[in-house]
């Protein structure tokens, strides 16, 4: 391992002349201008900052810039080195808890203040977890495991298949629930990607994470975490699901059906949404409560496998006014093999883009059919262009949300790539992905006064 | 940018950001400085507006406000210092004519410490008018509880004595003829001695305030709870009965030099309530707790919540450093206006107008407009510093609605008098006319009737006064001025200049006599 960099986020100039001052982060300095002198401890800097600022936490528990030039001079007057790491919680394992494996794919999962120093000290092991969210100890044993360390809109593929396979494994080796931490932007694409994957299921499977991190106030960290782990511990839920905020206060969470889930929101806590229907159940104060009874339950076999064939090479595309079809022969050129549309309406595209659509399947891309509307079935009898999209082979898939058909034909595509296999598998629910109607109440947009 | 924790509901988010914009400054205040610690940029929460039981209502108008702090250093040593030096800022924010205006738009928060106490803060402070009495009254009670400390240790208390042992005396009270401590639903009621604190939660530690009154203030601030008994008031007021009390006593073992306090409340709210009762009572061996309190209007304060550190600050993690260019700073410096007291002085001895106007010209950020009107047209400027300042207050008094009145229309009233067009006497009821809005200056000198009178007019009006009055004339003589002055007077107001009046009305009264007629 490289040494320990003493002076993270300091390049240039600015290293340079902390280097001569002999100082490191944390140090006490002191910091000499031509007009006026600072104390304060030296603090981290962003990588992002210039190299002529130096940043300085005051007494007065602020934190400033200070200017430097070659005339600025530095001097170290102690070292307040900040405790990177929460005091740690020894847990002994209860054989009366439930076990509950957390996996961990990036970010933090919770984390807790340094307020002296204004570090943000992440919680990840089961010791550090527990001593920043106490709760976590009268739910269930917990078993840690950080699979990942990427931001959420870096997942692949390839990363579904790692931890579909992680899954499969804690499951087997006994866990009673299993939670994966992540972060919400994708959340759902792999909520999507673990459905399709995990054969078998006996367990709950949860995804969480938080919307608002978990250094400020209004964080969801807690709760979300709080909550996953009472679905994980105690639901008779044998699915993957997603476990986050229902409101945008702290009341309950919704649990959502890993296939039916999307996040709807670029900021509020309760982002998402099961589109075209209802959530499976909600949590609140510890207790679940189950609002639908066509889930898989739990059992105790421990036969789960991972069916991980997949194909990466499909895009994702939303149709527009004004859409060309160069885009498509580029598609067709470059040798994937699936397209989804985000179709307009019932499912329609611009008539400049079917000649290459019809080449595409013709050249054996699978090419299928959702809805940018996300709610509603495309319904692609109805009119001309739907009827001719059918007929020259797109793929109708009824109600299923267009990330959850582009997981879907990745995953389908894994394992054949015969057009009426493949035409079968889109068209039929394999995760409840596509459900058979919609129920009056599973259309909700919050819309001035009204419901 | 720092993020400053308010977990107490009034910003929603949880956090206030925070930016320091200024370090070791000073104002100059009687003869010394005063160091100005901090200058921070920093946004309003929201307004608390009532509270109900453990419900809080805040109104958000005031929510995410853009507003500056500014830190004294300790330096301030007598509660008339302490006004003089909040006047100067205020009158230097004023200067600047970039603050908002009005109540509550600048607040003050005082921290007090005298030897041996601690630093208390005073939040939500209004009025200028009430930091000295603020001030010296939170200086008697730190005192107060300095000696109640001193008492506490005379009579040999230990900090382990103040135990949460609470009783539950339900029971004693169940047939209670006292209405306040009548109970509904779960309510218990719930008692803890105090020991060694006989008589001195009856001591006052304020003006008007005793010590029980503090305990019962924490009480509400922390649990809700409206408020509790203790046994240095008089119970009977409250229909205990002396049996009741007696077991009580006895219930609690409680010594001569021994205190109680009740509530009634949900066995938890109550439990938690003597919790803090306890806690503050241990406190007291200390002396003075560092708090936070909310000012009165009486110049006392009540407990708001324990006192801050700066340690609830910590990065704003959503903003990337602003990095300030140095040239920019050298072009604002170049622009900000002159010290308002450098102005004031200036003011004062170029215009001919006393310090009290000038500062008053200032405060009242009318400083611009009057040296623009007196630069620009022949006018008194005295008169001018009057009209801005008693004219307009006058009016406003009377309902006025003065906020109406512009710029251009004070030059227009000045310019038409410089001409001539009016008389200094027409302004008052010119600027009420004027502040109704109509279309311009013209319009409402005719509404008024106000038509400028010329020399000749007025010379004609004079001869006629002068010719009816003759008698009286040849009978006074010069004497005759004031009354003729008065009839002539009446006929003109406001149309022409008095002095020019009285000019023209003496060298006509000196021809008569002079001529006989």
Redesign the interface.
């Known amino acids: 391992m490289a040494p320990k960099d003493k002076l993270p986020g300091y390049r240039g100039f600015a290293k340079r002349k902390l280097e001569e001052a002999k100082v490191k982060v944390w140090s006490v300095v002191r910091v000499v201008n031509p007009d006026?002198t600072?104390e304060g401890i030296l603090?981290p800097r962003?990588e992002?900052?210039?190299d002529r600022?130096v940043?300085l936490k005051?007494?007065?528990?602020?934190?400033?810039?200070v200017?430097i030039s070659e005339e600025t001079i530095i001097e170290e007057l102690g070292y307040s080195p900040s405790h990177y790491a929460l005091p740690e919680r020894d847990v002994s394992f209860d054989p009366k808890k439930p076990t509950v494996a957390l996996i961990g794919t990036g970010g933090t999962v919770a984390s807790r203040?340094d307020?002296?120093t204004?570090a943000?000290i992440p919680a990840f092991t089961p010791q550090e977890l527990f001593s920043a969210v106490p709760e976590l100890e009268d739910i269930c044993n917990l078993k840690t495991l950080s699979l990942l360390e990427i931001f959420s809109e870096d997942m692949q593929p390839e990363y579904w298949v790692k931890i579909a396979e992680a899954v499969a494994k804690e499951i087997n080796e006994g866990a009673d629930g299993i939670i994966v931490a992540h972060g919400t932007d994708t959340m759902h694409f792999t909520s999507a990607a673990l459905s399709f994957m995990l054969k078998n299921l006996s367990v709950p499977v949860v995804l969480v994470g938080s919307q608002r991190?978990s250094?400020?106030?209004?964080s969801d960290a807690a709760i979300n975490l709080i909550s996953s782990a009472t679905v994980a511990a105690r639901s008779d839920i044998a699915e993957v699901v997603v476990c986050m905020h229902g409101s945008s206060s702290d009341e309950y969470n919704l649990i959502h059906r890993g296939t039916r889930v999307r996040k709807m929101h670029t900021s509020r806590r309760d982002t998402f949404k099961t589109i075209g229907d209802i959530p499976l159940g909600m949590v609140a104060d510890g207790k679940i409560k189950m609002f639908r009874n066509d889930y898989r339950r739990r059992s105790n076999q421990r036969i789960v496998t991972a069916d991980t064939k997949i194909d990466p090479k499909v895009v994702l595309l939303y149709t527009y006014p004004g859409m060309q079809a160069d885009l498509i022969e580029h598609i067709i050129d470059t040798g994937y093999h699936g397209i989804v549309l985000a179709g307009t309406g019932l499912g329609h595209c611009p008539k400049t883009i079917l000649p290459s659509l019809e080449r595409a399947i013709e050249e054996g891309i699978a090419v299928a059919m959702t809805s940018q509307c996300l709610y509603g079935f495309v319904g692609m009898n109805v009119y001309e262009r739907g009827r001719d999209l059918l007929k020259i082979g797109v793929i109708p898939c009824g109600n299923m949300l267009p990330e959850v058909a582009y997981v879907k034909l990745i995953y389908v595509l894994g394992h054949t790539r015969d057009h009426e296999e493949v035409k079968k598998l889109m068209t039929h629910s394999i995760s409840g992905e596509i459900t058979d109607r919609e129920p009056y109440n599973g259309y909700l947009i919050l819309q001035g006064e009204l419901n | 940018m720092c993020r400053k924790n308010y977990l107490d509901g009034s910003v929603p988010c949880g956090f206030q950001r925070t930016l320091v914009i200024g370090l070791n400054g000073r104002i100059p205040v009687n003869g010394k400085e005063v160091g100005i610690e901090t200058i921070c940029i920093e946004e309003d929460a929201a307004r608390k507006v009532k509270e109900e039981g453990k419900t809080v209502y805040y109104r958000l108008d005031r929510l995410g406000i853009p507003l500056v702090e500014i830190v004294t250093s300790p330096d301030i040593e007598t509660p008339e210092e302490l006004l003089e030096t909040a006047f100067r800022i205020g009158l230097l924010l004023r200067s600047t004519g970039k603050v908002k205006r009005g109540i509550g738009t600048i607040r003050q928060d005082i921290n007090v410490s005298i030897r041996g106490g601690a630093r208390v803060e005073i939040k939500g402070v209004q009025k200028l008018e009430w930091l000295p009495k603020l001030a010296r009254n939170e200086v008697i009670r730190q005192l107060s509880l300095l000696k109640i400390r001193d008492e506490l240790l005379h009579r040999g208390a230990k900090e382990d004595e103040y135990k949460l042992d609470v009783k539950d005396v339900t029971e004693i009270f169940r047939e209670t003829r006292s209405k306040i401590l009548k109970r509904k639903g779960n309510e218990r009621i719930l008692a803890v001695r105090l020991p060694k604190f006989s008589g001195l939660l009856g001591m006052e530690v304020q003006p008007g305030r005793r010590f029980g009154k503090e305990l019962a203030d924490k009480v509400r601030a922390i649990t809700g709870i409206a408020g509790i008994i203790h046994s240095d008031e008089n119970l009977e007021k409250y229909g205990v009965s002396p049996q009741e009390a007696d077991a009580l006593r006895l219930a609690l073992e409680l010594d001569d030099n021994d205190a109680f306090v009740l509530v009634k409340a949900p066995e938890e709210m109550g439990k938690k309530a003597l919790e803090v009762v306890v806690k503050r009572a241990r406190l007291s061996l200390k002396g003075v707790p560092n708090e936070t309190r909310r000012a009165l209007e009486n110049g006392n304060s009540e407990f708001l919540r324990e006192l801050h550190g700066g340690a609830r600050l910590y990065p704003d993690t959503d903003t990337p450093p602003i990095i300030i260019n140095p040239e920019w700073k050298r072009r604002v410096a170049s622009q900000l206006p002159e010290y308002p007291w450098v102005l004031k002085e200036k003011l004062a001895k170029k215009y001919g107008i006393s310090s009290e106007f000038a500062e008053e010209l200032i405060l009242e950020e009318k400083a611009e407009i009057f040296k623009e009107i007196v630069e620009s047209y022949r006018v008194d400027s005295v008169l001018v510093a009057s009209t801005l300042l008693q004219t307009v207050r006058g009016l406003e008094r009377e309902g006025v609605p003065v906020e109406n009145l512009t710029r251009e229309d004070f030059n227009g009233v000045f310019k038409y008098l410089s001409e001539g067009k009016i008389a200094k006497e027409a302004i008052p009821q010119l600027l009420a006319k004027l502040a109704e809005k109509p279309s311009n200056l013209d319009d409402a000198l005719n509404a008024l009737g106000i038509k400028p009178l010329s020399k000749e007019e007025l010379e004609e009006i004079i001869s006629k006064v002068v010719e009816s009055n003759m008698s009286l004339i040849i009978s006074k003589g010069e004497r005759a001025f004031s009354p003729l002055m008065g009839a002539v007077m009446k006929q003109v107001r406001g149309k022409i200049d008095g002095k020019t009046v009285a000019e023209l009305l003496k060298a006509k009264i000196s021809e008569v006599i002079k001529h006989g007629s």
């Open positions: 006026t600072y603090l962003s992002l900052g210039d600022h940043v005051l007494k007065t528990g602020y934190n400033i810039g200017r203040l307020y002296r204004g943000v991190s250094d400020r106030p209004s």
